[in-house]
């Protein structure tokens, strides 16, 4: 019964944004009428559940309320019930549509070989889902991070029920009253909020059941992947098949098998993020403004240096208020930037508390490394290269442009970061080039679908001009 509960308590989340999303009629309007709607919701919902739910797991322990069902479940349930009611005067529940969304997934109107190719992407992600939940299940909590920098925090925190600080070694051996202390002190509470409710939902501490949120991660991105390139008029299979990529990279499955890090997570939201404000720039729905903030603010709250992706999202903001000049503005500011951090780096600038030098060898041959030589990436790097060669010109052109600059910058921010070692050392947890690169995979598989589809789409021909009457004189 305990698993029961546990599953109940993360479908409860689930529910929660599935919910909100209800009662926001999101997503709303598209370019081609929300084929990915189901999806959209789904995806999205469970990322905005799980983040609503540790932003209310820290309002409970800021009230002095001990963490539990009553205090949790129960807050998070009439939520939900609310939500649904206010959805349903609103006509955004129909079990009509619902069933019809449940139908193409089974019958998606394909031809034949693509219905039997969409059948096996389906069993492969299923099989590979159910091959990570085994792992999930059996391993115990492996990562080394992942128990000195974010577990050590969920055990305490579930033991008194409640948020207590964690100092630095100084502070917690001079005897701070009510002060732990593990590797890493203050890092963001998130992450480790999520194993609290897994516990929490489950009713005993178990190291290894409480990390089920990262195979929940995986589903939701790849729905929302899906949901998504829908959205923007891809091909059912083709959009199912940029969602498989990402499932299938290497190191998302290591970070689902292996779970107990803060990146996958980071990724997607990050990913969301990006793809809402992407969504904003074509149909201009405030929904998806408040959503692309809203996801972009609680980057931070993952990581440390989710700061820095937030903020590449500016680049992609630019371009869609500047539709004539953006992506020369934003080219000009990522130069400067670039500059601005080359000269910091030659004059050896001391700022936090870190000395900021550029590390040429060292850092930057490293990620030249990991991206293009080791097995880590596979063709990816080289694949994200041949399109860029081959498209340039439609990533600097409507309706790319906002997205491949937030990708650009997103790319930039992963340079500087290796050629500062003590940048990546401000950040903590963020030492190690693979996991920072996983941050922006997802919206890199993304923006390649997206372009692939601007490639090998025909252009629409230009209208025929209209007949015009000339008088002619007898």
């Known amino acids: 019964m305990s698993y029961v509960a546990l599953a109940s308590g ?23 009428g ?49 939500l649904l009611a206010l959805a349903a005067r609103r006509g955004a529940l ?10 193409r997934l089974w ?34 909590l492996y990562p080394w991070d992942a128990w000195v920098q974010w577990a050590t925090k969920a055990r305490v925190w579930y033991e008194l029920g409640r948020i207590v600080p964690f100092e630095q070694a100084d502070a917690w051996l001079a005897g701070s009253a009510g002060a732990y202390f593990d590797a890493s002190p203050r890092v963001p509470a998130t992450v480790p909020l ?77 990913a969301l993020a990006a793809l809402t404000l992407y969504r ?11 959503l692309a903030a809203a996801l972009a603010v609680c980057c931070p709250l993952i ?24 992506v020369k503005v934003v080219a000009i500011a990522l130069a400067v930037v ?35 030589l080791f097995a880590n990436w596979h063709l990816f790097w080289y694949a994200a290269i041949a399109l860029v060669v081959f498209g340039g010109r439609r990533l600097v052109r409507a309706p790319l442009a906002p997205l491949a600059m937030i990708a650009a910058a997103g790319v930039g921010l992963l340079i500087v970061v290796f050629a500062y070692p003590g940048l990546v050392a401000l950040a903590g947890d963020y030492t190690t080039v693979n996991r920072a690169t996983l941050h922006v995979a997802p919206l890199l598989v993304c923006l390649g679908a997206l372009l692939w589809r601007e490639l090998t789409t025909a252009p629409a021909p230009p209208p025929e001009a209209a007949p015009v009457a000339v008088a002619v004189d007898a």
């Open 34 to 82: 929300n084929p990915g709607r189901a999806a959209l919701r789904l995806g999205f919902g469970f990322i905005v559940g799980a983040l609503l739910l540790t932003l209310w797991m820290r309002v409970s322990s800021g009230l002095g309320l001990r963490f539990s069902w009553a205090t949790l479940g129960l807050p998070l349930a009439v939520a939900s019930a609310g």
């Open 303 to 326: 990581k440390t240096l989710g700061v820095g992706w937030a903020l590449t999202l500016l680049a992609g903001i630019a371009v869609a208020l500047m539709p004539s000049r953006g």
């Open 194 to 270: 999520l194993q609290v409710w897994s516990c929490v939902a489950l009713g005993r501490w178990d190291d290894s059941a409480m990390n089920w949120p990262w195979l929940l991660t995986l589903l939701a991105l790849t729905l929302a992947i899906y949901g998504v390139l829908r959205d923007q008029c891809l091909g059912q299979l083709a959009a199912l098949t940029s969602a498989y990529l990402v499932a299938s990279m290497p190191l998302v499955g290591v970070h689902v098998a292996l779970a107990g890090y803060a990146d996958l997570l980071l990724a997607a939201v990050y």
């Open 280 to 290: 904003w720039t074509r149909i201009r729905d405030r929904r998806d403004a408040w």
């Open 107 to 140: 019958h998606p109107g394909l031809s034949r070989w693509q219905r039997v190719a969409w059948l096996l992407l389906l069993a492969w992600l299923v099989l590979r889902l159910a091959l990570l939940g085994a792992e999930v299940a059996w391993q115990p």
């Open 338 to 372: 670039g500059l601005g951090l080359l000269s910091i780096g030659q004059l050896g600038f001391t700022g936090l508390s870190r000395q900021l030098a550029l590390a040429f060898q060292s850092s930057w041959s490293s990620l030249a490394q990991n991206e293009l």
């Open 10 to 32: 993360w479908a409860l989340v689930w529910l929660l944004g599935v919910a909100l999303l209800l009662a926001l009629d999101w997503p709303r309007g598209g370019p081609d």
């Open 94 to 103: 129909s079990y009509a549509a619902t069933k019809a969304a449940l139908a």
